[in-house]
Protein backbone atom coordinates (compact mmCIF):
# COMPACT_ATOMS: atom_id res chain seq x y z
CA UNK A 1 0.00 0.00 0.00
CA UNK A 2 1.24 3.60 -0.87
CA UNK A 3 1.49 6.23 1.60
CA UNK A 4 1.77 10.25 0.85
CA UNK A 5 4.85 11.14 2.63
CA UNK A 6 3.27 13.30 5.41
CA UNK A 7 1.20 9.97 5.82
CA UNK A 8 4.56 8.49 6.38
CA UNK A 9 6.00 11.35 8.57
CA UNK A 10 3.38 10.88 10.93
CA UNK A 11 3.39 6.87 11.00
CA UNK A 12 7.48 7.22 11.21
CA UNK A 13 7.04 9.08 14.32
CA UNK A 14 4.29 7.10 15.93
CA UNK A 15 6.54 3.73 14.90
CA UNK A 16 9.35 5.43 16.95
CA UNK A 17 7.28 5.31 19.68
CA UNK A 18 7.20 9.30 20.21
CA UNK A 19 4.26 9.98 22.07
CA UNK A 20 3.91 14.18 22.20
CA UNK A 21 5.62 16.95 19.47
CA UNK A 22 6.01 20.18 19.94
CA UNK A 23 5.01 22.74 16.62
CA UNK A 24 3.71 25.82 15.44
CA UNK A 25 2.33 25.03 11.79
CA UNK A 26 2.76 26.86 8.53
CA UNK A 27 1.87 26.61 4.72
CA UNK A 28 5.32 23.88 3.91
CA UNK A 29 3.98 21.31 6.85
CA UNK A 30 -0.05 21.49 6.44
CA UNK A 31 0.06 18.46 4.67
CA UNK A 32 2.43 16.86 7.69
CA UNK A 33 -0.47 18.56 10.18
CA UNK A 34 -3.78 17.25 8.23
CA UNK A 35 -2.06 13.85 8.66
CA UNK A 36 -1.89 14.49 12.38
CA UNK A 37 -5.70 15.97 12.36
CA UNK A 38 -6.33 12.52 11.13
CA UNK A 39 -4.61 9.98 14.17
CA UNK A 40 -4.56 9.59 17.40
CA UNK A 41 -1.30 7.82 18.39
CA UNK A 42 0.43 11.06 19.75
CA UNK A 43 -0.43 14.32 20.88
CA UNK A 44 0.69 17.67 18.83
CA UNK A 45 0.78 20.62 21.48
CA UNK A 46 0.67 24.23 19.74
CA UNK A 47 2.82 26.59 21.12
CA UNK A 48 3.34 30.36 20.66
CA UNK A 49 6.74 30.24 18.94
CA UNK A 50 9.18 27.96 17.32
CA UNK A 51 11.90 28.54 19.35
CA UNK A 52 9.76 27.59 22.69
CA UNK A 53 8.70 24.40 20.76
CA UNK A 54 12.57 23.17 20.33
CA UNK A 55 13.18 24.21 23.80
CA UNK A 56 10.07 22.01 25.41
CA UNK A 57 10.87 19.12 22.86
CA UNK A 58 14.16 19.49 24.63
CA UNK A 59 13.17 19.64 28.30
CA UNK A 60 11.07 16.58 27.10
CA UNK A 61 14.06 15.02 25.94
CA UNK A 62 16.46 15.96 29.49
CA UNK A 63 13.89 15.19 32.11
CA UNK A 64 12.27 11.64 30.54
CA UNK A 65 15.51 10.03 28.80
CA UNK A 66 13.55 9.97 25.27
CA UNK A 67 13.88 11.59 22.37
CA UNK A 68 12.23 14.84 21.78
CA UNK A 69 10.28 16.13 18.46
CA UNK A 70 9.07 19.38 17.42
CA UNK A 71 7.94 20.42 14.41
CA UNK A 72 7.94 23.92 12.43
CA UNK A 73 7.26 25.22 8.91
CA UNK A 74 10.22 26.73 6.63
CA UNK A 75 11.67 29.71 6.02
CA UNK A 76 11.40 31.51 9.84
CA UNK A 77 9.50 28.82 11.00
CA UNK A 78 13.01 27.34 10.60
CA UNK A 79 15.47 29.94 11.20
CA UNK A 80 13.32 30.46 15.14
CA UNK A 81 14.27 26.83 15.77
CA UNK A 82 18.06 27.58 15.98
CA UNK A 83 18.36 29.33 19.07
CA UNK A 84 16.49 25.98 20.44
CA UNK A 85 18.50 23.13 18.32
CA UNK A 86 22.09 25.47 19.65
CA UNK A 87 21.08 25.00 22.63
CA UNK A 88 20.24 21.29 22.72
CA UNK A 89 23.63 20.87 20.29
CA UNK A 90 26.06 22.74 23.08
CA UNK A 91 24.16 20.30 25.99
CA UNK A 92 24.18 17.17 23.63
CA UNK A 93 20.56 16.61 24.26
CA UNK A 94 18.64 13.92 21.64
CA UNK A 95 15.81 15.68 19.45
CA UNK A 96 14.53 15.11 16.66
CA UNK A 97 13.53 18.53 14.53
CA UNK A 98 11.38 17.97 11.51
CA UNK A 99 11.21 21.20 9.27
CA UNK A 100 9.46 22.19 5.84
CA UNK A 101 10.76 23.22 2.85
CA UNK A 102 9.60 25.29 0.08
CA UNK A 103 9.18 22.41 -3.14
CA UNK A 104 12.20 21.13 -4.52
CA UNK A 105 11.81 22.82 -7.65
CA UNK A 106 11.58 25.83 -5.88
CA UNK A 107 14.82 25.30 -3.76
CA UNK A 108 17.20 28.34 -4.55
CA UNK A 109 14.82 30.11 -6.39
CA UNK A 110 13.85 32.65 -3.22
CA UNK A 111 10.60 31.46 -3.33
CA UNK A 112 8.47 32.70 -0.53
CA UNK A 113 9.38 31.24 3.17
CA UNK A 114 12.93 29.23 1.73
CA UNK A 115 15.76 29.45 3.44
CA UNK A 116 18.83 27.56 2.75
CA UNK A 117 17.82 25.25 6.19
CA UNK A 118 20.80 22.79 5.64
CA UNK A 119 23.30 25.35 5.50
CA UNK A 120 22.07 27.72 8.29
CA UNK A 121 21.55 24.60 10.69
CA UNK A 122 24.49 22.64 9.83
CA UNK A 123 27.38 23.85 12.56
CA UNK A 124 24.63 23.72 15.43
CA UNK A 125 22.82 20.36 14.81
CA UNK A 126 24.82 16.81 15.32
CA UNK A 127 23.46 15.95 11.34
CA UNK A 128 20.88 17.10 9.11
CA UNK A 129 19.15 16.03 6.26
CA UNK A 130 17.52 17.07 3.20
CA UNK A 131 14.83 14.60 1.69
CA UNK A 132 15.10 14.60 -2.14
CA UNK A 133 12.98 12.08 -2.74
CA UNK A 134 9.44 10.55 -0.95
CA UNK A 135 11.13 7.17 -1.26
CA UNK A 136 13.87 8.27 1.56
CA UNK A 137 11.81 9.82 3.57
CA UNK A 138 11.43 6.97 6.16
CA UNK A 139 14.97 5.86 6.21
CA UNK A 140 15.60 9.22 6.48
CA UNK A 141 13.86 9.74 9.43
CA UNK A 142 14.39 6.54 10.92
CA UNK A 143 18.31 7.26 10.94
CA UNK A 144 17.34 10.69 12.41
CA UNK A 145 16.64 8.96 15.72
CA UNK A 146 19.31 6.53 15.73
CA UNK A 147 21.64 9.16 15.24
CA UNK A 148 20.20 11.66 18.02
CA UNK A 149 20.01 8.75 20.79
CA UNK A 150 22.85 6.97 20.09
CA UNK A 151 26.64 8.02 20.94
CA UNK A 152 26.99 11.51 21.97
CA UNK A 153 23.45 12.63 22.04
CA UNK A 154 22.34 15.96 20.21
CA UNK A 155 19.53 17.59 17.77
CA UNK A 156 19.14 16.13 14.38
CA UNK A 157 17.19 18.06 11.48
CA UNK A 158 15.24 16.96 8.59
CA UNK A 159 14.54 19.18 6.27
CA UNK A 160 11.07 18.09 4.01
CA UNK A 161 9.71 19.69 1.07
CA UNK A 162 6.45 20.43 0.47
CA UNK A 163 6.11 18.20 -2.27
CA UNK A 164 7.65 15.37 -1.12
CA UNK A 165 4.93 15.65 2.04
CA UNK A 166 2.30 15.05 -0.71
CA UNK A 167 4.20 12.64 -3.26
CA UNK A 168 3.18 8.77 -2.73
CA UNK A 169 5.68 5.49 -1.63
CA UNK A 170 5.07 2.51 -0.21
CA UNK A 171 5.91 2.45 3.57
CA UNK A 172 6.98 -0.61 5.77
CA UNK A 173 7.60 -0.12 9.64
CA UNK A 174 11.39 -1.19 10.21
CA UNK A 175 12.06 -4.47 12.43
CA UNK A 176 16.29 -4.37 12.08
CA UNK A 177 18.23 -1.91 14.03
CA UNK A 178 19.67 0.86 11.71
CA UNK A 179 22.73 0.25 11.10
CA UNK A 180 24.93 3.07 9.03
CA UNK A 181 28.58 2.38 8.01
CA UNK A 182 29.98 5.88 8.16
CA UNK A 183 28.47 6.29 11.36
CA UNK A 184 29.26 3.35 14.62
CA UNK A 185 29.77 5.16 18.19
CA UNK A 186 32.15 3.34 20.81
CA UNK A 187 30.17 1.69 23.34
CA UNK A 188 32.76 -0.78 25.29
CA UNK A 189 35.49 0.89 26.90
CA UNK A 190 39.00 -0.40 26.36
CA UNK A 191 39.77 -2.87 28.74
CA UNK A 192 43.36 -1.97 29.09
CA UNK A 193 42.82 1.56 29.48
CA UNK A 194 40.68 0.87 32.09
CA UNK A 195 42.72 -1.32 34.20
CA UNK A 196 45.40 1.30 34.19
CA UNK A 197 42.65 3.83 35.40
CA UNK A 198 41.78 1.60 38.18
CA UNK A 199 45.20 0.54 39.15
CA UNK A 200 46.44 4.76 38.76
CA UNK A 201 42.73 5.43 41.43
CA UNK A 202 43.77 2.78 43.83
CA UNK A 203 47.36 4.50 44.12
CA UNK A 204 46.35 7.58 44.48
CA UNK A 205 46.01 9.51 47.76
CA UNK A 206 44.34 12.62 47.21
CA UNK A 207 41.93 11.51 44.02
CA UNK A 208 38.73 13.49 43.37
CA UNK A 209 35.70 12.24 41.04
CA UNK A 210 34.89 15.25 38.82
CA UNK A 211 31.66 14.60 36.59
CA UNK A 212 29.26 16.18 34.14
CA UNK A 213 25.85 15.95 32.14
CA UNK A 214 27.47 12.65 30.34
CA UNK A 215 26.50 11.10 33.53
CA UNK A 216 23.10 12.08 33.71
CA UNK A 217 22.41 11.36 29.70
CA UNK A 218 24.42 8.07 29.99
CA UNK A 219 21.48 7.01 33.26
CA UNK A 220 24.69 6.16 34.85
CA UNK A 221 23.91 8.02 38.21
CA UNK A 222 23.61 4.85 40.16
CA UNK A 223 27.16 3.29 38.82
CA UNK A 224 28.81 6.60 39.52
CA UNK A 225 27.14 6.71 43.04
CA UNK A 226 28.61 2.82 43.41
CA UNK A 227 31.63 3.61 42.78
CA UNK A 228 31.98 6.79 45.18
CA UNK A 229 30.69 4.68 47.94
CA UNK A 230 33.26 2.63 46.74
CA UNK A 231 36.63 5.01 46.65
CA UNK A 232 35.53 7.35 49.22
CA UNK A 233 36.74 10.49 47.12
CA UNK A 234 35.53 13.63 47.14
CA UNK A 235 33.03 14.40 44.10
CA UNK A 236 32.13 17.11 42.13
CA UNK A 237 28.82 18.09 39.81
CA UNK A 238 29.38 20.19 37.20
CA UNK A 239 26.12 22.91 36.28
CA UNK A 240 25.06 19.83 33.76
CA UNK A 241 25.37 17.06 36.34
CA UNK A 242 23.97 18.17 39.21
CA UNK A 243 21.75 15.58 40.94
CA UNK A 244 24.28 12.45 39.39
CA UNK A 245 25.42 12.17 42.53
CA UNK A 246 22.83 13.04 45.14
CA UNK A 247 23.88 16.58 46.72
CA UNK A 248 23.33 14.93 50.16
CA UNK A 249 25.87 12.23 49.60
CA UNK A 250 28.59 13.44 51.94
CA UNK A 251 31.35 12.68 49.13
CA UNK A 252 29.53 15.42 47.48
CA UNK A 253 31.60 18.80 47.69
CA UNK A 254 29.31 21.12 45.66
CA UNK A 255 29.13 22.65 41.88
CA UNK A 256 32.93 23.51 40.40
CA UNK A 257 33.67 26.37 38.56
CA UNK A 258 33.06 29.59 38.36
CA UNK A 259 30.26 30.16 40.98
CA UNK A 260 31.41 26.79 42.01
CA UNK A 261 32.20 26.03 46.11
CA UNK A 262 35.16 26.47 47.81
CA UNK A 263 36.10 23.35 48.65
CA UNK A 264 35.45 21.47 45.01
CA UNK A 265 37.82 24.09 43.08
CA UNK A 266 40.37 23.36 45.60
CA UNK A 267 40.12 19.67 45.71
CA UNK A 268 40.16 19.86 41.56
CA UNK A 269 43.26 22.04 41.89
CA UNK A 270 45.05 20.08 44.51
CA UNK A 271 43.97 15.95 43.70
CA UNK A 272 46.76 13.66 42.59
CA UNK A 273 44.52 11.54 40.37
CA UNK A 274 41.74 13.04 38.56
CA UNK A 275 39.14 11.08 37.58
CA UNK A 276 36.71 13.24 35.02
CA UNK A 277 33.59 11.37 33.59
CA UNK A 278 31.38 12.57 30.70
CA UNK A 279 32.68 16.16 31.51
CA UNK A 280 34.45 18.29 28.93
CA UNK A 281 36.66 20.61 31.37
CA UNK A 282 34.91 23.21 30.29
CA UNK A 283 36.11 26.95 30.30
CA UNK A 284 33.28 27.59 33.21
CA UNK A 285 34.10 24.62 35.29
CA UNK A 286 38.11 24.61 35.01
CA UNK A 287 39.20 28.63 34.23
CA UNK A 288 42.43 29.14 32.58
CA UNK A 289 44.07 25.82 31.23
CA UNK A 290 47.66 27.20 32.13
CA UNK A 291 46.66 27.63 35.44
CA UNK A 292 44.99 24.42 35.85
CA UNK A 293 47.54 22.68 34.47
CA UNK A 294 50.29 24.03 37.09
CA UNK A 295 49.59 21.49 39.68
CA UNK A 296 50.94 18.23 38.48
CA UNK A 297 48.03 15.56 38.36
CA UNK A 298 47.22 12.66 36.82
CA UNK A 299 44.09 12.64 34.75
CA UNK A 300 41.93 9.69 33.63
CA UNK A 301 38.91 10.98 31.20
CA UNK A 302 36.08 8.61 30.50
CA UNK A 303 33.30 10.18 27.45
CA UNK A 304 31.60 8.59 24.72
CA UNK A 305 32.92 11.44 22.13
CA UNK A 306 36.03 10.83 21.11
CA UNK A 307 36.71 14.70 20.30
CA UNK A 308 36.28 15.85 23.86
CA UNK A 309 38.73 13.96 25.17
CA UNK A 310 42.01 16.00 25.48
CA UNK A 311 40.12 19.08 23.84
CA UNK A 312 41.09 21.51 26.46
CA UNK A 313 43.01 19.86 28.76
CA UNK A 314 46.02 16.85 28.24
CA UNK A 315 44.72 13.69 29.92
CA UNK A 316 46.71 10.92 30.77
CA UNK A 317 44.58 8.08 30.48
CA UNK A 318 41.45 8.39 27.66
CA UNK A 319 38.98 6.06 27.76
CA UNK A 320 36.30 6.44 24.99
CA UNK A 321 32.68 4.53 25.75
CA UNK A 322 29.69 4.81 26.78
CA UNK A 323 29.97 6.43 30.57
CA UNK A 324 27.29 3.25 32.12
CA UNK A 325 29.23 0.86 30.43
CA UNK A 326 32.43 2.02 31.25
CA UNK A 327 31.83 2.27 35.21
CA UNK A 328 30.46 -0.91 35.36
CA UNK A 329 33.51 -2.35 34.11
CA UNK A 330 35.39 -0.01 35.85
CA UNK A 331 33.62 -1.05 39.35
CA UNK A 332 34.39 -4.42 38.56
CA UNK A 333 37.62 -4.27 37.77
CA UNK A 334 38.40 -2.24 41.15
CA UNK A 335 36.69 -4.78 42.82
CA UNK A 336 38.59 -7.97 41.50
CA UNK A 337 41.57 -5.53 42.14
CA UNK A 338 40.86 -6.02 45.59
CA UNK A 339 38.63 -2.52 45.77
CA UNK A 340 40.25 0.50 47.56
CA UNK A 341 41.42 1.58 50.74
CA UNK A 342 39.30 4.14 52.32
CA UNK A 343 41.48 4.95 55.26
CA UNK A 344 44.72 6.29 53.04
CA UNK A 345 42.38 9.18 52.13
CA UNK A 346 41.79 10.43 55.94
CA UNK A 347 44.63 13.17 55.63
CA UNK A 348 42.66 14.33 52.02
CA UNK A 349 39.52 14.69 53.75
CA UNK A 350 40.78 16.35 56.56
CA UNK A 351 41.83 18.80 53.94
CA UNK A 352 38.35 19.48 52.23
CA UNK A 353 36.82 19.56 55.26
CA UNK A 354 39.18 22.48 56.15
CA UNK A 355 38.65 23.80 52.65
CA UNK A 356 34.37 23.26 53.68
CA UNK A 357 34.71 25.31 57.21
CA UNK A 358 35.31 28.36 55.02
CA UNK A 359 31.44 28.04 54.15
CA UNK A 360 31.47 29.55 51.01
CA UNK A 361 27.68 29.73 50.13
CA UNK A 362 27.21 32.01 53.74
CA UNK A 363 24.74 35.08 52.80
CA UNK A 364 23.68 37.57 55.08
CA UNK A 365 19.62 36.98 55.58
CA UNK A 366 17.46 39.81 55.84
CA UNK A 367 14.08 41.03 57.47
CA UNK A 368 13.76 43.81 55.16
CA UNK A 369 14.58 42.91 52.01
CA UNK A 370 13.93 39.29 50.31
CA UNK A 371 16.95 37.74 49.47
CA UNK A 372 17.21 35.54 46.40
CA UNK A 373 19.52 32.50 48.38
CA UNK A 374 16.53 32.23 50.80
CA UNK A 375 13.48 31.78 47.96
CA UNK A 376 15.47 29.08 46.76
CA UNK A 377 15.69 27.38 49.98
CA UNK A 378 12.54 27.98 50.81
CA UNK A 379 11.20 26.59 47.41
CA UNK A 380 13.36 23.04 48.83
CA UNK A 381 11.45 22.88 51.94
CA UNK A 382 7.97 23.37 50.38
CA UNK A 383 8.82 20.85 47.67
CA UNK A 384 10.54 18.49 49.48
CA UNK A 385 13.99 18.55 47.35
CA UNK A 386 11.83 16.71 45.20
CA UNK A 387 10.39 19.44 42.05
CA UNK A 388 11.53 19.25 38.61
CA UNK A 389 13.67 22.59 38.29
CA UNK A 390 13.89 24.07 34.87
CA UNK A 391 15.88 27.61 34.97
CA UNK A 392 16.76 30.59 33.20
CA UNK A 393 20.50 31.91 32.45
CA UNK A 394 21.67 34.14 35.13
CA UNK A 395 22.34 34.59 38.56
CA UNK A 396 18.74 33.28 39.48
CA UNK A 397 20.07 30.06 37.71
CA UNK A 398 23.42 30.15 39.66
CA UNK A 399 21.40 30.24 43.08
CA UNK A 400 19.06 28.13 42.04
CA UNK A 401 22.15 25.62 41.45
CA UNK A 402 23.66 26.57 44.45
CA UNK A 403 21.05 26.34 47.41
CA UNK A 404 18.64 23.49 45.87
CA UNK A 405 20.29 20.57 46.60
CA UNK A 406 19.30 17.85 43.79
CA UNK A 407 19.37 14.45 44.91
CA UNK A 408 18.14 12.79 41.60
CA UNK A 409 19.67 13.23 38.12
CA UNK A 410 17.23 14.73 35.13
CA UNK A 411 15.31 17.14 37.67
CA UNK A 412 17.43 20.48 37.03
CA UNK A 413 17.10 21.79 33.84
CA UNK A 414 18.93 24.06 32.15
CA UNK A 415 20.90 25.61 29.47
CA UNK A 416 24.31 25.32 30.34
CA UNK A 417 26.80 25.26 27.35
CA UNK A 418 25.11 28.04 25.46
CA UNK A 419 23.36 30.10 28.14
CA UNK A 420 20.06 30.82 26.87
CA UNK A 421 17.94 33.33 28.30
CA UNK A 422 14.22 32.42 27.51
CA UNK A 423 14.35 28.41 28.24
CA UNK A 424 12.57 28.73 31.35
CA UNK A 425 9.17 28.52 30.67
CA UNK A 426 9.46 26.20 27.73
CA UNK A 427 11.18 23.56 29.41
CA UNK A 428 8.61 23.68 32.23
CA UNK A 429 5.89 23.16 29.62
CA UNK A 430 8.75 19.91 28.24
CA UNK A 431 8.97 18.63 31.42
CA UNK A 432 5.62 18.72 32.47
CA UNK A 433 4.27 16.52 29.52
CA UNK A 434 6.88 13.94 30.07
CA UNK A 435 6.35 13.73 34.25
CA UNK A 436 2.95 14.21 34.40
CA UNK A 437 1.49 15.57 38.10
CA UNK A 438 5.32 16.33 38.79
CA UNK A 439 5.75 19.70 40.92
CA UNK A 440 7.72 22.06 38.28
CA UNK A 441 9.19 25.34 39.43
CA UNK A 442 10.62 27.91 36.88
CA UNK A 443 13.06 29.81 38.28
CA UNK A 444 14.08 33.05 36.24
CA UNK A 445 14.37 36.79 36.37
CA UNK A 446 12.36 39.59 35.38
CA UNK A 447 14.35 40.03 32.20
CA UNK A 448 14.34 36.04 31.26
CA UNK A 449 10.87 35.25 31.61
CA UNK A 450 9.75 38.15 28.98
CA UNK A 451 11.59 36.52 26.27
CA UNK A 452 9.25 33.75 25.84
CA UNK A 453 6.50 35.06 28.10
CA UNK A 454 4.12 34.10 25.29
CA UNK A 455 4.01 30.76 26.32
CA UNK A 456 1.62 31.36 29.12
CA UNK A 457 -0.96 31.14 26.71
CA UNK A 458 0.16 27.61 25.46
CA UNK A 459 0.41 26.82 29.39
CA UNK A 460 -3.22 28.08 30.04
CA UNK A 461 -4.57 26.02 26.80
CA UNK A 462 -2.74 22.53 27.64
CA UNK A 463 -3.46 23.35 31.75
CA UNK A 464 0.27 22.88 32.61
CA UNK A 465 0.38 24.18 36.05
CA UNK A 466 4.37 25.26 36.60
CA UNK A 467 5.25 27.37 39.39
CA UNK A 468 6.94 30.77 38.12
CA UNK A 469 9.78 31.85 40.44
CA UNK A 470 10.39 35.53 39.03
CA UNK A 471 13.71 36.63 41.83
CA UNK A 472 13.11 40.11 40.61
CA UNK A 473 15.79 42.49 41.14
CA UNK A 474 15.31 45.10 37.91
CA UNK A 475 18.48 44.71 36.44
CA UNK A 476 20.16 42.08 34.41
CA UNK A 477 21.59 40.53 37.40
CA UNK A 478 24.44 38.81 35.87
CA UNK A 479 25.08 41.61 33.78
CA UNK A 480 25.21 43.97 36.31
CA UNK A 481 27.29 42.09 38.59
CA UNK A 482 30.06 41.83 35.68
CA UNK A 483 29.35 45.58 35.20
CA UNK A 484 30.03 46.44 39.15
CA UNK A 485 33.07 44.51 39.40
CA UNK A 486 34.79 44.80 35.99
CA UNK A 487 33.44 48.17 34.72
CA UNK A 488 33.78 50.06 37.46
CA UNK A 489 29.27 50.64 38.62
CA UNK A 490 28.82 51.54 35.26
CA UNK A 491 25.42 49.49 34.41
CA UNK A 492 25.25 50.07 30.54
CA UNK A 493 21.08 48.91 29.44
CA UNK A 494 21.32 46.45 32.55
CA UNK A 495 18.36 48.36 34.90
CA UNK A 496 15.21 47.31 33.25
CA UNK A 497 12.93 50.70 33.85
CA UNK A 498 9.69 49.36 32.21
CA UNK A 499 8.69 46.10 33.90
CA UNK A 500 4.84 45.09 33.17
CA UNK A 501 3.30 44.08 36.32
CA UNK A 502 3.74 40.58 36.57
CA UNK A 503 0.39 39.57 38.45
CA UNK A 504 -1.98 41.36 35.69
CA UNK A 505 0.12 39.68 33.06
CA UNK A 506 -0.32 36.44 34.58
CA UNK A 507 -4.25 37.02 35.43
CA UNK A 508 -4.61 38.36 31.65
CA UNK A 509 -3.12 34.86 30.42
CA UNK A 510 -5.73 33.07 32.98
CA UNK A 511 -3.05 32.27 35.23
CA UNK A 512 -2.87 33.39 39.18
CA UNK A 513 -0.25 35.92 40.15
CA UNK A 514 1.48 37.06 43.39
CA UNK A 515 3.78 39.49 44.27
CA UNK A 516 5.89 39.28 47.58
CA UNK A 517 8.22 41.85 49.15
CA UNK A 518 8.08 40.81 52.73
CA UNK A 519 10.74 38.10 53.76
CA UNK A 520 8.09 36.81 55.80
CA UNK A 521 5.96 36.11 53.49
CA UNK A 522 8.21 33.88 51.12
CA UNK A 523 7.53 30.42 52.26
CA UNK A 524 3.91 31.30 52.85
CA UNK A 525 3.65 31.91 49.07
CA UNK A 526 5.25 28.76 48.16
CA UNK A 527 2.85 26.90 50.29
CA UNK A 528 0.23 28.62 48.92
CA UNK A 529 1.08 27.70 45.12
CA UNK A 530 2.30 24.25 45.65
CA UNK A 531 -0.50 23.49 47.87
CA UNK A 532 -4.04 25.74 47.84
CA UNK A 533 -3.10 26.72 43.68
CA UNK A 534 -1.43 23.19 43.18
CA UNK A 535 -3.79 22.82 40.20
CA UNK A 536 -3.10 26.44 38.58
CA UNK A 537 0.06 28.10 37.36
CA UNK A 538 0.97 31.09 39.43
CA UNK A 539 3.67 33.29 38.92
CA UNK A 540 5.60 34.28 42.14
CA UNK A 541 7.27 38.09 41.79
CA UNK A 542 9.80 38.07 44.53
CA UNK A 543 11.16 41.56 45.04
CA UNK A 544 14.49 40.85 45.91
CA UNK A 545 17.43 42.70 46.93
CA UNK A 546 18.64 44.85 44.02
CA UNK A 547 22.55 44.48 45.20
CA UNK A 548 22.92 40.89 45.68
CA UNK A 549 26.18 39.09 43.79
CA UNK A 550 26.45 35.64 43.01
CA UNK A 551 29.63 34.50 45.17
CA UNK A 552 32.09 32.45 45.22
CA UNK A 553 33.31 33.54 41.77
CA UNK A 554 35.90 33.45 39.21
CA UNK A 555 36.84 35.64 37.06
CA UNK A 556 37.21 35.20 33.44
CA UNK A 557 40.93 34.40 32.53
CA UNK A 558 41.52 33.61 36.18
CA UNK A 559 42.51 30.24 37.76
CA UNK A 560 40.18 28.16 39.87
CA UNK A 561 41.90 28.89 43.04
CA UNK A 562 41.65 32.67 42.16
CA UNK A 563 38.39 32.97 43.78
CA UNK A 564 36.39 35.84 45.05
CA UNK A 565 34.36 34.75 47.96
CA UNK A 566 32.69 38.13 48.68
CA UNK A 567 32.73 41.84 47.91
CA UNK A 568 35.51 41.97 50.21
CA UNK A 569 37.53 40.76 47.64
CA UNK A 570 36.82 43.07 45.39
Known amino acids: MEY ?93 VISGQVPTAAIGEDAFQECDTVGITRPCVKHNFLVKDVKDLAETLQRAFYIARSGRPGPVLVDIPKDITIARCKYEPRTAPVVMRSYTPVIKGHQGQIKKAVQMLRNAERPMIYTGGGVVLANASEELTRLVDMVGAPCTNTLMGLGA ?71 DVPIVGDVRDVLGDFIQLLEAAGGFDRSRLEPWWEQVNTWRERDCLRYTPSDEVIKPQSVIEALWEVTGGEAFVTSDVGQHQMWAAQYYGFNKPRRWINSGGLGTMGVGLPYAMGVQMANPGADVAVITGEGSIQMNIQELSTCFQYHFTPKIICLNNRYLGMVRQW ?42 ALQDAYGKYRDR ?34
Open 4 to 96: TGAEIVVRCLADEGVEHIFGYPGGAVLYIYDEIFKQDRFQHILVRHEQAAVHAADAYSRSSNKVGVALVTSGPGATNAVTGLTTAYTDSIPMV
Open 245 to 315: LPASHPSFVGMPGMHGTYEANMAMQHCDVLLAIGARFDDRVIGNPKHFAQNARKIIHIDVDPSSISKRVKV
Open 483 to 524: QEIDYGSRYSESYMDALPDFVKLAEAYGHVGMRIENPADVKP
Open 537 to 570: LVFLDFITDQSENVWPMVKAGKGLTEMLLGSEDL
